[in-house]
């Protein structure tokens, strides 16, 4: 029972390890790339810490009553910060050495004299540490699902300005921890908020289950939580399309899992043969994998050699259809299957061609039905975040569904239909792809320098990131529904 037990377990871990499911789509972010988004994240910290309100200070020391009001951030200098990847789920960020400068108004009464007057400080030695989890939620995407935060400031200084300023420079002291315990109290919370509320904003612009066009969706929605290591984050999207008439009917994923070891650029998508074969299942469920050519879309030779090539079946025909209009009826009799070598990738397609006389108000008159196998090249591009394939014929035959014999005659039209599928259908599919698949980033964020490479079974593209929007301004976009920003704590 127990030797039972040890051949079974091998096989128990493979159905377990295949039940989390394998990833159509991968996307690995590098440090490099980690260094951009510190760039602007740090750009993004210093906009909402410039945006930190306190409350009024007010009392007395002695004869001396004092009102603090309108304090406001007038510049930050934070020239030491860090963003680094912290195993197993965690980003963290240092800021060290940072100094922030404020502003206020101050009202003084000492005996009969009344003083009114700004006051210049700053807090130096200010530290900030905050780590990041990373997770899957509910829906598969990617969310902040916690934030921890610790601040603290070495000291403060203040200059005043005014009449009595030599007077009460001894206040100094006072003012200032004061000041130092409000603003300590403020950063976390801020930091807090802009990372669980104003970020998360931004993480729900990714695509998760969208549409791609008027027939097919695509579903990127994590498959797991992304695993983190001090130099990456891999994160493991479904990667799967379904029919927009049908959502739950996918193709089953069966493919090799996309590789990726590469660390040197910044961001590296790797896209698994299922990627494509997921689409071209969902097209042909769709029902779009059709196709009608008839009158004067027939190219006039082509109308001409196929007449002559059926001329016997045409002349044994009613007269009254003898000249009526041709039409060709393509359509794929399968889901195409996608193959990536590293030679290049391409695409099978086994599809069936008939071919009516049209003859006016009378049913059709099929002349042949014939069966076409195509092979094409797909080239895939990227451009900026949209994922592009433009197909290219390169072999073509067709052979009669009725006889060996009538094969044997049709040989002569396979070069006018391949010269027909080049000319008039191809550019007509990479029309409709010309829009492309976006990938799973946020807004504002785009590839650039792309490279593509060939895997056996999969494909690559590394690339370096590009701001194409601060992150300012997407969250400004979405910040109607993010809620208020966290209310300052009583003094």
């Known amino acids: 029972m127990v030797l039972y037990s040890l051949l079974l377990l091998p096989l128990w871990l493979s159905t377990a390890a295949g039940s989390m499911g394998v990833p159509g789509c991968r996307i690995r972010v590098t440090a490099k790339g980690l260094e951009l988004v510190k760039q602007e994240g740090l750009r993004f910290v210093e906009q909402e810490l410039e945006n930190i309100t306190l409350g009024d200070l007010h009392g007395k020391e002695g004869q001396f009553h004092y009102n603090i009001s309108n304090i406001r951030v007038t510049h930050l200098q934070m020239v030491h910060s860090d963003l680094r990847f912290q195993p197993q789920r965690r980003l963290a960020f240092d800021i060290n050495n940072a100094s922030i400068s404020l502003r206020f108004r101050r009202q003084i009464l000492y005996w009969f004299f009344y003083?009114?007057?700004?006051?210049?400080?700053?807090?130096?030695?200010?530290?900030?540490?905050?780590?990041?989890?990373?997770?899957?939620?509910?829906?598969?995407?990617?969310?902040?699902?916690?934030?921890?935060?610790?601040?603290?400031?070495?000291?403060?200084?203040?200059?005043?300005?005014?009449?009595?300023?030599?007077?009460?420079?001894?206040?100094?002291?006072?003012?200032?921890?004061?000041?130092?315990?409000?603003?300590?109290?403020?950063?976390?919370?801020?930091?807090?908020?802009?990372?669980?509320?104003?970020?998360?904003?931004?993480l729900d612009t990714v695509p998760v289950r969208n549409p791609v066009d008027d027939y097919i969706g695509i579903d990127y929605s994590l498959l797991r939580d992304p695993v983190i290591t001090p130099d990456t984050m891999d994160l493991d999207f479904k990667g799967s399309y379904f029919p927009l008439e049908n959502e739950n009917r996918t193709l089953p994923n069966l493919a090799p899992?996309?590789?990726?070891?590469?660390?040197?650029?910044?961001?590296?998508?790797?896209?698994?043969?299922?990627?494509?074969?997921?689409?071209?299942?969902?097209?042909?469920?769709?029902?779009?994998?059709?196709?009608?050519?008839?009158?004067?879309?027939?190219?006039?030779?082509?109308?001409?050699?196929?007449?002559?090539?059926?001329?016997?079946?045409?002349?044994?025909?009613?007269?009254?259809?003898?000249?009526?209009?041709?039409?060709?009826?393509?359509?794929?009799?399968?889901?195409?299957?996608?193959?990536?070598?590293?030679?290049?990738?391409?695409?099978?397609?086994?599809?069936?061609?008939?071919?009516?006389?049209?003859?006016?108000?009378?049913?059709?008159?099929?002349?042949?039905?014939?069966?076409?196998?195509?092979?094409?090249?797909?080239?895939?591009?990227?451009?900026?975040?949209?994922?592009?394939?433009?197909?290219?014929?390169?072999?073509?035959?067709?052979?009669?569904?009725?006889?060996?014999?009538?094969?044997?005659?049709?040989?002569?039209?396979?070069?006018?239909?391949?010269?027909?599928?080049?000319?008039?259908?191809?550019?007509?599919?990479?029309?409709?792809?010309?829009?492309?698949?976006?990938?799973?980033?946020?807004?504002?964020?785009?590839?650039?320098?792309?490279?593509?490479?060939n895997h056996m079974g999969y494909l690559t593209i590394e690339a370096d990131l590009h701001f194409s929007k601060g992150l300012k301004e997407v969250i400004e976009k979405y910040r109607a529904a993010s809620g208020p920003r966290p209310t300052p704590r009583a003094a």
């Open 115 to 202: 003083d009114i007057g700004s006051i210049n400080t700053s807090a130096e030695g200010v530290h900030i540490h905050t780590a990041l989890e990373l997770s899957k939620d509910h829906a598969g995407r990617l969310k902040i699902s916690n934030s921890s935060c610790n601040a603290s400031i070495g000291r403060m200084r203040a200059g005043f300005s005014g009449t009595l300023r030599k007077v009460y420079e001894f206040l100094a002291a006072f003012i200032t921890s004061g000041m130092r315990f409000l603003l300590n109290q403020q950063i976390c919370p801020v930091l807090n908020h802009a990372a669980l509320v104003l970020l998360n904003s931004v």
């Open 257 to 453: 899992e996309p590789l990726i070891k590469e660390t040197e650029r910044m961001v590296y998508v790797a896209l698994s043969e299922y990627f494509f074969d997921s689409a071209l299942f969902a097209y042909y469920h769709a029902g779009v994998l059709r196709m009608k050519l008839a009158g004067d879309q027939v190219p006039k030779d082509l109308d001409v050699l196929l007449r002559a090539s059926f001329f016997g079946s045409i002349m044994l025909m009613n007269p009254s259809v003898v000249d009526a209009p041709l039409m060709l009826q393509l359509q794929v009799t399968a889901p195409p299957a996608c193959v990536i070598k590293p030679s290049g990738t391409t695409v099978s397609v086994a599809a069936n061609l008939g071919i009516f006389l049209v003859p006016p108000n009378e049913p059709l008159v099929q002349l042949s039905s014939l069966t076409m196998d195509a092979r094409l090249s797909a080239k895939v591009t990227m451009h900026k975040k949209a994922l592009q394939v433009q197909l290219d014929l390169r072999r073509f035959r067709i052979s009669s569904n009725q006889s060996a014999l009538e094969s044997l005659a049709l040989i002569p039209l396979q070069g006018p239909l391949k010269t027909l599928l080049q000319l008039a259908i191809m550019p007509l599919i990479n029309e409709k792809m010309r829009k492309g698949v976006q990938v799973p980033l946020p807004e504002g964020m785009d590839f650039t320098k792309e490279v593509v490479t």
